[in-house]
């Protein structure tokens, strides 16, 4: 094989060269076997182009690196895609594919970009496998070339696949380029012959799953493309479809209010009223903690949908407080949420000329919440008037006399809480249940009275007379009838009187700069200062003055925030310098700029961005009782050495340049991430927690004091000195050391392996010169891996290994000691056998995923107090231990087993709730699904043998049923007694001619049926009056449905591809649709009676394609209207 020449744009240096299909090559920096072995021979340049002459074998190497492993610019683990495109170059790759990754990079989102054609050899990459699981949306283009792709279908079938076990945490939009979608489902048309010459070459079994990836993916709703469409206007449609999964549009109503619906539907009202001029404004405003945040929230939550672009600004005030760019910052957030890109506004003036031309045309809904007097609407946003006639604002305000200077004159003050709803909250907090003890009632009933009706003071007074005796409440009674009811502060600030001096210091924390951060981060920092952090966020939980939400981090009523900071700024009001605290843009300038500080600040935050100078040492030299700094994005310099002796946590972020000799006497956090670290750093000192994740440090050694690590790193040599460490993640680990043992108080383990020191570069024997040396390296460090069976610390609670690359990862841990193992996750390993699973007596969580080569996992049948188990693609599994002594299992899920024939002891689950069972195509029956008293989901997907199951009927909890892909199953009994069941659907079950009659499921609110040929008629439907979705595709032998007018909750229809079927009536009277779609040739009525419909009550206008794919529903989800869509070219 001779030298061959790559072109690729030239660089202002040659030392940096980038191949136009791998990774940077730097060989001065990077002096690894491997890149040595692909430094160019020859570099040529002329006319702004670079060729390189490369070795015979570097090419095979950079054809690896760039499509078959984990290159140099793989993402970490900790990082994630959000959508994964996948389509056949030459079909769509100038066209399609570019115009749709345009629009995606616009908003910078994350997209994994991928070209079939850029890959060699046979084994889909490990970078691929990952790109696919960490993203949240699939787009795969189905062109009619697609099929013709290996490459193509693996991904496709790994798409499905994570779709299914990911219980709606992925998406997948179809596009279906020059394709009809039933062709695809059926592989007909270009796709068959394509797959026969696969089949040829792969086999049946592998052919096999990409048809059910194929079938799976063509029953989706999707976008058609056809010659005559547009397609920039087809792409932008599949855009805004990806903008709505990505945004995060729902907002999180921490405490519902009581009593909230009616002003949500009184809100909701006055944004449907007209307003003369252009958009409606409405102003919602009362005193702090009333409820207005979480009235905004809930009103923005059930009307979003109807707009074509919206956001919620949170603490306005706040940002307005920025003394320099507090606008613009306002602006830019408008501008970026609203045109779904990033922008940043250099002065008001330009941001008002871009919301003017850019953001006014659009159909918007704007929420300003928290505003106060600095709030002047037209110097932010311009005229109301200038804006589309049918976008709403709301603004939140404490002060109405702002709403009266913007002239907003819908108006809606949120009254207190009633009586009663008031005596039920204080309750809840004051005993945390509804009912009072006897001596207090009378009590309760003055406490209402002093809190009006506030239930931000309900809920803090409530929470601070809990466990506290009588003669307590009596004396905080008078001392609440001391202050007017309007200084919520002061009566708030009565329950932060009763804290403890450190219970203040860790609530002041909070205030200031700890909203939003995990708990256990700032707990070390507040042990090592003998705050008793345990005991003091217990205390200020009790107390309602702070919450911990699901994610672990620490959430603030931005009432008691102000006062906690009110609090801080009573230190000194007009010398920010002299305070406790110092967390604002404006405050740090300051400080800096008049050379000031003092020994009393304690907790500093700082952007360097924000200044016009580099930080040195001599700025932090007054600032010795200093406990916490952060300081985000640029240079800090200079000798750290002997200042701050007090430190306890340094957190430095993106930071391109750090000191290395820092006072680490008493440093007990240090958060590196993505900053550079050397072997020059030996700022160690006695820390606990350590994180220098992000970016890949090679630190050869490691402080012994640590008790919480993350790194990325291949190897980490005094990893076993780290006596005290009790939490591990660790990424691009070469191998797991043998004497882990050693680790004795290790309880959290998570590794990511990867194969050798070139992130996981695994090489295709038969694509390798067997001659190159650097090949043998590669196969001796893979070897490395899988030649011991380390021992892990008897220790561990929670434990998860993933081998990134299953063929290689061949042998696991022996888990026998792990006695104390709660939680256990494997992915891709290609272990035969897992040894000492039955010893995990105490587990309760297992997940397995892509274990391809394991035959067996006995030992399960022992793991009697297992809640949880999860088993998918292990390929070559045949049969599972029974389950019958797994008594406590609430969730099974079975997925990708194809050679699973039979799941003995189901029957004796009666705890399990949860039943998934996917694509085991060998599995005859479910044995014992009847006796699963407590069953509220059950899925059966692609199961192809199985032919019949069993009564059902005794499931009275079953809320959702789900039956596809089994195409002998013949009939379903029970169904008809299902009490609970809110969802059905029933997907290619080929031999199904008959289901049970269906009228009895009065709770049924989702019904479909697709691709059911044999299927004839579909008993009780008429009376399915809870019914909010129903459809009814492909279903060849249907001839006739029932009057539907009595579905008077239906939302969406949906009936296509009936052949037998020519008539539906009743449609006309679905008062409450919302989107309708159906074949263009039934007899329904006249069209002019629905578009005077549509019309004339300010609907959505009728929708008219001619595409035989209907568009996505998500485009009319939440718009009034009537939208008809035909599968064939029709003229009105």
Known sequence: MEGKYLEAQAHSTVDSIELPFGPKICPERDPTPVRNKIEPTEIRVAGGRVRYKLRPSALLIMEQIGSNSNHIAAPLPDAEYEVFLSFRGPDVRTTFADFLYRLLDRPKIRTFLDDEELRKGEKIAPSLVKAIRESKIYIPILSPGYASSKWCLQELALMVERYKEDEGRHVILPVFYLMNPKDVRHCKGPYEGALEQLRLKYGDESIRAWKDALEEVGLMTGWRVTESDRQGLVAESVFSEVWSHVKGNYMLVTNELIGIDSHVNQVTELLKSDFEGGASVVGIHGMGGIGKTTIAKAVYNKVFTQFERHCFLEDVRETLSLKNDGVTTLQSK??????????????????????????????????????????????????????????????????????????????????????????????????????????????????????????????????????????????KLIELKRIPPTKVQERLKISYDELSGSEKQIFLDIACVFIGTKKELPFHMWSDCNFNPESGISTLILRSLVKVGEDDKFWMHDHVRDLGRMIVREGDDQHPWKRTRIWSDEDVVDMF?????????????????????????????????????????????????????????????????????????????????????????????????????????????????????????????????????????????????GDMWKLSKLKDLTLWLVGNGNDALVLDQESVDPDDQNHHFLRRSMRTLISSSPTLPASLNTLSISGYCSEHLVRLPN????????????????????????????????????????????????????????????????????????????????????LLSEIQGLGELGELSTLRINRCHQLTGVMGLDKLESLQVMEIHDCASIKKLPDVSALKHLRELKITGCSQLSEAKGIEGLESLQKFVVTDCLSIKKLPDLSALEHLRKLKITGCDLLTEVMGLHKLESLQVLSITDCASIEKLPELSALEHLQELTITGCNQLTEVTGIERLESSRCLTIDERLKTPKMSEMMFKSEHEGLEPLHRANNSRPKMWSRFRGRWGFCRKYIDTISL
């Open 334 to 475: 408008i501008i970026s949420s609203i045109l779904w890109d990033d922008h940043k506004v250099r002065n008001a003036s330009e941001g008002i000329h871009i919301i003017k031309d850019r953001v006014c045309p659009y159909k918007v809904l704007i929420i300003l919440d928290d505003v106060n007097d600095r709030f002047l609407f037209e110097q932010i946003l311009g005229e109301v008037r200038k804006f589309s006639p049918e976008s709403r604002f709301i603004i939140t305000t404490r002060d109405k006399r702002v709403l009266e200077l913007l002239q907003v004159s819908k108006l809606y003050e949120p009254g207190g809480l009633s009586h009663d709803h008031s005596l039920q909250l204080l309750r809840q907090h004051a005993f945390r249940m509804d009912n009072p003890l006897e001596d207090r009632t009378t009590l309760c009933e003055e406490f209402v009275k002093v809190a009006a009706g506030l239930p931000l003071a309900l809920e803090v007074i409530g929470s601070l007379l809990f466990r506290r005796d009588r003669k307590f409440w009596e004396a």
């Open 593 to 737: 700029m008049n050379g000031e500080g003092t020994d009393m600040l304690e907790v500093l935050r700082v952007d360097i961005s924000c200044l016009d100078f580099e930080l040195t040492e001599k700025e932090f030299r007054k600032l010795s009782r200093l406990r916490y700094l952060e300081v985000y994005s640029g240079r800090l310099t200079g000798d750290f050495k002997n200042i701050l002796p007090n430190l306890r946590w340094l957190h430095l972020h993106y930071c391109d340049s750090i000191p290395i000799d820092f006072n680490v006497k008493k440093l007990v956090i240090l958060d590196l991430r993505r900053c550079p670290v050397t072997d020059a750093w030996r700022c160690w000192g006695r820390i606990k927690i350590l994180d220098l994740g992000g970016l890949q440090n090679e630190v050869t050694e490691l402080p012994t004091s640590l008790k919480r690590l993350t790194l990325s790193s291949h190897r980490v040599p005094n990893l076993l000195e780290l006596k005290d460490l009790e939490w591990l993640r660790w990424s691009r680990a070469l191998e797991i050391p």
């Open 815 to 898: 888990l026998v000691n792990l006695s104390n193992l709660t939680y256990l996750n494997l992915s891709d390993i290609g272990a035969h056998e897992i040894a000492g699973l039955g010893e995990l007596r105490m587990l309760k969580n297992f997940d397995l995923w892509n274990a391809s080569n394991l035959i067996n996992l006995d030992g399960l049948e022992h793991l009697e107090l297992l809640a949880y188990l999860w088993v998918s693609g292990c390929r070559v599994l045949r049969k599972l231990p029974s389950l019958s002594n797994l008594t406590k299992l609430r969730t099974l899920k079975i997925y990708n087993c194809p």
